[in-house]
């Protein structure tokens, strides 16, 4: 025994010992490499007072691992002074592939690879500036991430302020000068707020319009909405939004991004590890809510709704019906107030219909089948008392402006045949919505019928 145990350390410990050296300094053998399945490109525009924020989901981000998940995640983040100063405190726009950061959470510093872009004007050491509302500055992000990271399916997020259907004023931009961006409503996402722009909902279609974009996320308030859905209908497969404000914390990238890693990792396995990640993170926030959206069924909804209104509008002949009808939508349907308008949630409001009148009973139930079809998961904090929001089913819609003062109550911007660029496609193919013309609203539809009608 004394002379094997001589052998073995004259012999094979040395042997052993010069193998682990060899797999030290020439590392180990590479694992097979993983086809890339999804590419996650995140719009994060912090040039606002959500930069803080910003710098927060960066690192959730940073903290999954993704290798040899098929998952690569590719940032575009737009910073401004004032708001944060941890990396460095620069401002200005960089790209980064997000990496693996082992230390998370006790190191708060961005370690991604910090990426170049021609299609951008983004170097690598350089700290330039780009205009985060411009959608050229958002189609030139969509396109470098396909050409330079192409996958089998993508997930583009808005992250960033959201109000909804239309647009905020804006100047005259750099990155498109022939873009007109003055006028219009105060209804938007993306706020940059150097260049004072954003993108508005057309500009959002315009930008990822025959991309292929597989999911669509708006990482923002009050965008869960009919009017954004069908929009969009046509440039992605599916879309995930909040119908109610949403924390400056926003989604919970560290829990939806491992367990969509750890799934099947189809587009519904995507949002329900967002859904559910948001569910966990905001279980105690009074009024929360978050739905995925199956943008195929948003035409066949958007057809449920005109023939709900075209028949809900008929029997309104006299003003004690036009005054019940216009306050059970106002009073006793399920609401989301931004800081001007008030959407409804649209099964809801079908369902109040249905349990109160008796006249559009068989619409009503064919609109919230419409609903149900399209909403792919969905939740929503059930509230306490009187708060919260206990009857929201995942999508909403414009109902009127808050404040707004006098007999007109919907812009203009939100009336058929507005002669405006910027008009959306729902406003154009809604019984919903009144007409527009220049001394005010006309009929046909059902918010003309409520809210101006004289009998």
């Given amino acids: 025994m004394r002379n094997c145990l001589t052998i073995l350390f004259k012999h094979f410990i040395p042997v052993l010992f010069i193998i682990m050296c060899c797999f030290i300094l020439t590392g180990c053998p590479p694992l097979p490499s993983v086809s890339p399945t999804w590419t996650v490109m995140v719009y994060m525009d912090a040039d606002n007072n959500l930069e803080k924020n910003a710098i927060e989901d960066f690192n959730e981000m940073e903290s999954?691992?993704?290798?040899?998940?098929?998952?690569?995640?590719?940032?575009?983040?737009?910073?401004?002074?004032?708001?944060?100063?941890?990396?460095?405190d620069w401002t200005g726009t960089r790209l980064y592939k997000i990496e693996r950061d082992y230390v998370h959470p006790l190191n708060p510093v961005i370690i991604s690879e910090r990426l170049e872009s021609d299609?951008?004007?983004?170097?690598?050491d350089g700290n330039e500036e780009l205009n985060m509302g411009d959608p050229g500055v958002c189609s030139?992000?969509?396109?470098?991430?396909?050409?330079?990271?192409?996958?089998?399916?993508?997930?583009?997020?808005?992250?960033?302020?959201?109000?909804?259907?239309?647009?905020?004023?804006?100047?005259?931009?750099?990155f498109s000068p022939d873009r007109d961006t003055t006028g219009g409503p105060f209804r938007y996402v993306c706020s940059d707020d150097t260049d004072s722009d954003m993108l508005y909902t057309k500009e959002v279609s315009d930008s990822i319009e025959g991309k292929g974009v597989t999911v669509v996320g708006f990482d923002a308030c009050y965008e869960s909405m009919l009017e954004v859905a069908y929009e969009l209908r046509n440039d992605a497969d599916y879309m995930i939004a909040s119908e109610e404000i949403?924390?400056?914390?926003?989604?919970?990238?560290?829990?939806?991004?491992?367990?969509?890693?750890?799934?099947?990792?189809?587009?519904?396995?995507?949002?329900?590890?967002?859904?559910?990640?948001?569910?966990?993170?905001y279980s105690d926030y009074t009024g929360k809510t978050l739905a995925g959206i199956d943008l195929s069924r948003v035409e066949a909804a958007n057809s449920?709704?005109?023939?709900?209104?075209?028949?809900?509008?008929?029997?309104?002949t006299d003003t004690v019906t036009q005054e019940n009808v216009r306050n059970t939508l106002l009073y006793d349907v399920e609401d989301f107030k931004t800081y001007k308008d008030i959407n409804i949630d649209l099964w809801h409001m079908a369902d109040m219909i249905e349990k109160t009148y008796s006249f559009a009973d068989e619409q009503a139930i064919a609109l919230k089948t419409a609903i149900d079809d399209m909403i792919v998961d969905e939740w929503h904090h059930t509230g306490t008392g009187t708060t919260g929001n206990p009857d929201a089913h995942g999508i909403a819609l414009h109902y009127r402006w808050v404040y707004k003062q006098g007999s007109v109550y919907h812009d203009n911007g939100y009336m058929k045949g507005n002669p405006s660029e910027y008009v959306l496609e729902f406003v154009n193919n809604s019984?919903?919505?009144?007409?527009?013309?220049?001394?005010?609203?006309?009929?046909?539809?059902?918010?003309?019928?409520?809210?101006?009608?004289?009998?």
């Fill in 246 to 281: 949403e924390e400056g914390d926003g989604w919970e990238y560290n829990l939806w991004l491992k367990d969509f890693a750890s799934s099947g990792q189809s587009a519904t396995d995507l949002i329900e590890a967002v859904v559910d990640a948001y569910a966990s993170r």
């Fill in 431 to 455: 019984a919903w919505v009144p007409t527009y013309s220049g001394s005010g609203p006309v009929g046909p539809g059902l918010l003309y019928t409520l809210w101006y009608d004289e009998f």
């Fill in 64 to 88: 999954v691992n993704l290798q040899r998940t098929g998952i690569r995640v590719i940032v575009l983040l737009d910073r401004i002074s004032g708001y944060d100063s941890s990396n460095g």
């Fill in 304 to 316: 449920a709704l005109n023939t709900f209104c075209t028949t809900l509008s008929a029997p309104i």
């Fill in 140 to 174: 030139a992000f969509v396109d470098f991430c396909m050409e330079e990271y192409p996958a089998e399916d993508y997930f583009l997020i808005f992250w960033n302020h959201g109000s909804g259907w239309l647009k905020k004023s804006g100047e005259i931009d750099t």
């Fill in 119 to 124: 299609e951008l004007g983004l170097t690598i």
